[in-house]
C-alpha cells in the first residue's frame, strides 16, 4: 500500500489563482505565518483520517498544523487526547511535542480560502491529494468526516456520486468496500457555542470510530 508521500503538497502550488492572491495578501500582513498548502499530520500509517475543510486564518494557515492555534481545534484535540488518539489535550504549534496515535488530520482544501469558503472548482483543484491519502488507507480504516464538504471531498475523491452516501451527523456508511466514513459536525467555533455540536455529541462520534476499529 502507498503511503501518503507518494503525492506531497507543493508550497508553490498556484492551481487555484484566487486562494494564492489570497495567501501572497495574507502574508504581508503577517509574514511570520505558514501562508502556505498545510500537510497533513500525524501517523502515516494511521487506521483514522480525519479530513477537516481548510485551514483556519489565524489557526492552521499561520500555524503549518491542522486545527492548530485557532478555536476549531480546542475540541477536536482534547477528544482525540481523551480517546487515546494524542499525547496531549492542546496543540499549540508546529514544533512542539505533540503525537498523533494511529490517527493523522487533513483537510479538503489544503490551504487558506477567502473568508474560508472555497469554491467547488477549489475543492476539485486540491481534491487529488486527498484522494492520495484515502488510498493509502488500509483496508476498514475510518475515516472522519467534519462537516458536509468535507464528507462530499471524500466522496469526490473515491469517484462516488455525492447522492450517493448523504451527510447526517454520526451516520456511518461503508464505501468501497474497503473504508468506512463517518460524519460530523465541524468542531467550528459557531457550531460549538450555538450549541449544535456539543462535546458530549462529539465525543459521542469518537465512542464510534473507537468501536469501528475495535470490530476490525
Known sequence: MPTVHSLTYRENCRRCPRIAKNLAFRKTLHPEYHCKPVAAFGDPDAQLLIVGLAPGLHGANATGRPFTGDHAGILLYQTLHKFGFSTHPVSEHAGDRLRLKNCRITNAVKCLPPANKP??????????????????????????????????????????????????????????????LLDSYHCSRYNTQTGRLTRKQFEAVFSKVVAQMSDH
Not at 143 to 170: E, N
Open 119 to 180: 469554491t467547488v472548482g477549489e475543492i476539485k483543484n486540491c481534491n487529488a491529494y486527498l484522494r492520495n491519502e484515502l488510498l493509502a488507507l488500509q483496508p476498514d480504516s475510518v475515516v472522519l468526516a467534519l462537516g458536509r464538504i468535507a464528507h462530499d471531498a471524500v466522496l469526490r475523491a473515491l469517484g462516488m456520486k455525492l447522492s450517493h452516501c448523504s451527510f447526517a451527523h454520526g451516520k456511518l456508511y461503508r464505501i468501497e468496500n474497503r473504508l468506512r
